[in-house]
Each structure stands twice: as C-alpha cells, then as structure tokens.
C-alpha cells in the first residue's frame, strides 16, 4: 500500500536556526497537510495545501512557517528562524480529495529544538 | 468551534478481553467522524471513519466504531485484543466547510496485559 514517507525521522536544531522537514506524499493525492504534536499535548492543525497554495492555515502557522511543493513529488514545511516551542513531532498527510477523503499520516519528524 | 473529548487517558485491558474507547464530539452539524492509532514510533494509521449512513461502521484489526448523534458520541470497541493493539488511538472530527482540516482528541493509551 501506498505510503506517506517524511524525513528526516529525527532533526535537531540549534534556536533560531532554518530547518526544513520533507515530506513525499502518496502520488496520486491531491491535498497536503502538516499537523504536529507537542510532547503530551494533542495532535493540532497547522495547514492544508492544495493546487499549489495554501487552502487554509491555523493562527499556529504564524509567518515563521512556509510551506512549498517545489516539484512534483515534495511537500516541505520550512521554519524559518525556530524556537523552543517549535519542538515538537510533525506529521505530514495527504488525501487524494477534499471532503469525504480520509487523511493518510506519514511517521512524523521529531524536531527538537536547542 | 469543534472539539473533541476522549475521557480516558489510558485504559488497561487483558488479551483476549474486548475494548471501548469513548469519544465525544462538539460540532455543529453532522461531522466526519475518524479513528486513528499509533504504534510507538510510528504514524497515524486510520482505522475507521464515518462520513454518512450507517452508524455502524468496520474498520481495520476487527474495530468497529458506532455513531450516536443524540449522544454525540463516535466510540470505538474491539470484541477481543491482541497484545498487537497496545498503541495510543485517537478521534478526530473533520471539518466539512474546511476539506480535511481534523480536530483531535487527547488521544487514549490502551496497554495490553497477558
């Protein structure tokens, strides 16, 4: 079965440094996602992409995040100038629609933030 | 706003014995409904969903999940466990005017004895 495949599994980072995560979405899904978790807290929102933009963002998803589809089988979440607070386990997903489409997770990346 | 409720942090149960998982649900009309687990280490994997019709629906590993709307309930059981369910699961309610935009619960521990 199809995967959704992320690395790097683990990533660590200095504060205020850039760190990109990669995600490769299952081929023939459409609409794209970053959800994270913080260590004991829930899984949240961050932002849907479809048809190349953004399709809607959470007020996590501040102007510290970008995401980008720079070809035709990425989907990275870039943070630009990272905090402490950023650490936390982010999951990429795809769905081949919209609505009535079930989400499917890669493993996550575990970014911990020094 | 939706939300989602999932009582039980963790719940301990025999192999061999069955299993519920509650979730409640706050939502504005009738929602996408989804069960997630994860395994140590890994993804998301979606077990079940309901998005119309029967409120009784299948999913994978022999779960099964009822929809009660006048309890706002979407709760999850397995008849008999295997060691192999020992993960943390997760509800989610979707958003239908927000594509695939999934709200979380707390998710709920399930440790499996012998």
């Known amino acids: 079965e199809p995967e959704v495949t992320q690395t790097p599994s683990h990533q660590v980072t200095q504060m205020g440094q850039e760190v990109i995560l990669r995600c490769v979405p299952i081929s023939n899904h459409l609409y794209f996602y970053w959800y994270r978790q913080i260590l004991g807290q829930k899984v949240e929102f961050l932002v849907s992409f479809y048809n190349n933009e953004i399709s809607e963002k959470s007020e996590i998803f501040d102007d510290q995040f970008s995401v980008e589809r720079p070809d035709g089988s990425n989907f990275t979440l870039k943070i630009r100038s990272t905090k402490l607070e950023d650490s936390a386990m982010y999951f990429c997903?795809?769905?081949?629609?919209?609505?009535?489409?079930?989400?499917?997770f890669g493993n996550g990346t575990r970014l911990t933030v020094t | 706003a939706q939300s989602v409720t999932q009582p039980d942090i963790h719940i301990t149960v025999s192999e061999g014995a069955s299993l519920e998982l509650r979730c409640n649900y706050s939502?504005?009309?009738?929602?996408?409904l989804f069960w997630y687990v994860q395994s140590p280490g890994q993804g998301l994997q979606l077990l079940l969903k309901?998005?119309?019709?029967?409120?009784l629906v299948q999913g994978i590993k022999g779960f099964e999940a009822e929809f009660k709307r006048s309890q706002s309930s979407f709760n999850l059981r397995k008849p008999s466990v295997h060691w192999s369910d020992a993960a943390e699961y997760f509800c989610?309610?979707?958003?239908?005017?927000?594509?695939?935009?999934?709200?979380f619960g707390g998710g709920t521990r399930v440790l499996v004895k012998p």
């Open positions: 309901y998005f119309s019709g029967d409120t």
């Open positions: 997903a795809s769905s081949k629609q919209g609505k009535n489409s079930p989400l499917h």
């Open positions: 989610a309610v979707g958003d239908k005017a927000a594509g695939n935009k999934l709200t």
């Open positions: 939502y504005g009309a009738t929602p996408y």
